[in-house]
Nanobody
Framework: EVHLEESGGGLVQPGGSLRLSCAAS????????VTWVRQSPGKELEWVSG???????TYADSVKGRFTISRDNDKKMLYLQMNSLTTEDTARYYC????????????????WGQGTQVTVSS
């Protein structure tokens, strides 16, 4: 069965950094285009970043230059390095297949995990 489990969130001051992790199991991770998605209270799901099976990365304009997505196929792990964080980055962050979420679309599926909360505050 497909499982995705996020971790690494926490409370950080503006300008700080966090590294999020997503552990994948139950599918051939190395062949799947995977993404990071976030949601703030009262807001719609927002696609943040993606990395395809070849390692090509894409980013939302709001995080470009500050966030870096990466993957470790041997460990079946997805990462999001988040630098220069602002209060606008406060959200619960999820990993998801690109088929569920990408630029211009985002739909939650049963494969999503619990997410990890990122709170940026002084």
């Amino acid at each position: 069965e497909v499982h995705l489990e996020e971790s690494g969130g926490g409370l950080v001051q503006p300008g700080g950094s966090l590294r999020l992790s997503c552990a994948a199991s139950g599918f051939t991770f190395r062949t799947v285009h995977v993404t990071w998605v976030r949601q703030s209270p009262g807001k719609e799901l927002e696609w943040v970043s993606g990395i395809d099976a070849s390692g090509t990365t894409t980013y939302a304009d709001s995080v470009k230059g500050r966030f870096t997505i990466s993957r470790d196929n041997d460990k079946k792990m997805l990462y999001l390095q988040m630098n220069s964080l602002t209060t606008e980055d406060t959200a619960r962050y999820y990993c998801a297949p690109a088929g569920d979420c990408g630029p211009g679309y985002c739909f939650r599926s049963k494969y999503w995990g619990q997410g990890t909360q990122v709170t940026v505050s002084s």
